[in-house]
Each structure stands twice: as structure tokens, then as C-alpha cells.
């Protein structure tokens, strides 16, 4: 529900955690929806952390930790049809770094994959009203539906770039 999506949309899909965090409470529940999931953020002391929540669940081989920074990510291009990067960006340090971190997520994210990002915390005006407004219009309105489900990672930068100049 919270991602809008089928329920098996996840199965068999190859998922990255952007910043993932010690508790790992995205990564637990993309492989209990299916799917093969890694998680990173930076350093490495939180993977051991990663790895005991992951165990406190019952344990999975379909997550795997690493380090990694999302304007410099060590993975392949187009190595996840699902990228998650849930409240990363706001740490970042200027709208460069930010630049640095769309172009990075959308170069591992495969053709037709989906990049899901959330750039602060819980609650806010946007979480509460403007983004169940988008979903609604997204699952009602079939032009802008498609508009969004075809938009090309290559064009994120721009479409970045018009909004920086709202």
C-alpha cells in the first residue's frame, strides 16, 4: 500500500535500499514482499546492526548489506528494477551533492525499473496532502500515468532541474 503498488509487484525483483540504515526496516520488508534486496549506507558499522535485525526476523539470504554513498554508488548500471532512497538526500550537503545522487540512483536503476525517493521525515504538508493527492491522480488519470511510468532515468537531471527553478 505504501509504495502504490500491487501486491506481488516486489517478487522476484532485485531492490537497492539507498541508505538503508542499522535497523534495515525497508530492506526487511522489500525481501518479505519477494524480492532480492541491497542494502547500503555509509561506513560499515552499521551492517552488523543491518544484519541483527535481519536475523530478529528470522534471518534471509535474499538481503545483503554494503557500504556505499549515493552520489558514488559501487554497483553496475542498470543493476535494480526498484531503487528506494528514503530520507538520504536531506542530509546531503548542497543541491550538487543531491544533482550527484539522482544521476547515480538513476544509473543503476534498469530501464522501466521505479525510483522511489522521500526527501525528509515523517508527516509534513507534502507526505499528508500532496503526494496522496499525486497517487490518487496517478491511479486515476491514465495520461499521467503513462507520462510517469515512461519517463527515462536520462531525463531526471532536467526534470530536477525545472523544479530547482520552482
Known sequence: ???NVEADFFKGKKVLDAGCGDTAKLSIKFAKLGAT???CDLGEDFIPIAEAS???W???NAISFESANVIDLPFEDESFDFVCCHGVLLHLADFE???????????????GGA???????VGGLIEKAII????????NN?????FIDNIDTADFASIYEFSERL
Request: aromatic share 18%; hydrophobic share 40%.
Open 1 to 3: 500500500d505504501y509504495f
Open 54 to 56: 535481519v536475523a530478529r
Open 142 to 146: 491514465t495520461d499521467f500515468r503513462v
Open 132 to 139: 496522496p493527492a499525486v497517487r490518487e491522480y496517478y491511479s
Open 97 to 111: 551533492q543531491v544533482d550527484m545522487a539522482f544521476s547515480e540512483l538513476s544509473r543503476v536503476l534498469k530501464k
Open 37 to 39: 534486496v541491497v542494502g
Open 115 to 121: 525510483l522511489y525517493t522521500v526527501y525528509g521525515v
Open 58 to 60: 528470522g534471518g534471509s
